[in-house]
T-cell receptor
Framework: DTGVSQNPRHKITKRGQNVTFRCDPISEHNRLYWYRQTLGQGPEFLTYFQNEAQLEKSRLLSDRFSAERPKGSFSTLEIQRTEQGDSAMYLC?????????????FGPGTRLTVL | EDQVTQSPEALRLQEGESSSLNCSYTVSGLRGLFWYRQDPGKGPEFLFTLYSAGEEKEKERLKATLTKKESFLHITAPKPEDSATYLCAVRETSGSRLTFGEGTQLTVNP
């Protein structure tokens, strides 16, 4: 499978615990994005990387959230001291920066439930 | 701030009954309008990119069109397997993020 992969697919945690999600983009893609989606809503942008550089962060990304892409390949998203409001689907997407074309291809998502 | 509004929120069709979904947008400078399909519990699946007013793209029973203020996704003779949530998103000229609408949940009954 050459698409975007995310692990784990589901995560249940208790309030106050830390969680980490992983995203592996399509192999030749140099841009990687994180979005969050709650039920009945469209995805909301969190942050994106070009290679290993984090170029943009949303206001939604509180200081409890941190994302890394250490070698410009896979990325991790960590949420510290989880809250019930963090329950959502966390989506990763990747794209190839080629002139004006920037179609983003999404992974299957990680469903987070905070009890 | 970019805004995307999709209508209707939900649409029920009989198999073979053609219809259109609407996506209205407000953006300072449009770099692209994207349509995605999302099945329950899955990530969005890319369908189309439109870049300029007047542009049209087709894929099987789907046809997307773009004006300066809105985009339409036309579904011709839909089948039950077309049932999904259809998401519209815009990318402005100054950034790479996508701003999504809330989606239209389409149900096609046999």
């Amino acid at each position: 499978d050459t698409g975007v992969s995310q692990n784990p697919r589901h995560k249940i945690t208790k309030r106050g615990q830390n969680v980490t999600f992983r995203c592996d983009p399509i192999s030749e893609h140099n841009r990687l994005y994180w979005y969050r989606q709650t039920l009945g809503q469209g995805p909301e942008f969190l942050t994106y990387f070009q290679n290993e550089a984090q170029l943009e962060k949303s206001r939604l990304l509180s200081d409890r959230f941190s994302a890394e892409r250490p070698k410009g390949s896979f990325s991790t998203l960590e949420i510290q001291r989880t809250e019930q409001g963090d329950s959502a689907m966390y989506l990763c997407a990747s794209s190839l920066k080629v002139s004006s074309y920037n179609e983003q291809f999404f992974g299957p998502g990680t469903r987070l439930t905070v009890l | 701030e970019d805004q995307v509004t999709q209508s209707p929120e939900a649409l029920r069709l009989q198999e073979g009954e053609s219809s259109s979904l609407n996506c209205s947008y407000t953006v300072s400078g449009l770099r692209g309008l994207f349509w995605y399909r999302q099945d329950p519990g899955k990530g969005p699946e890319f369908l189309f990119t439109l870049y300029s007013a007047g542009e049209e793209k087709e894929k099987e029973r789907l046809k997307a069109t773009l004006t300066k203020k809105e985009s339409f996704l036309h579904i011709t003779a839909p089948k039950p397997e077309d049932s999904a949530t259809y998401l519209c998103a815009v990318r402005e000229t100054s950034g790479s993020r996508l701003t999504f609408g809330e989606g239209t949940q389409l149900t096609v009954n046999p």
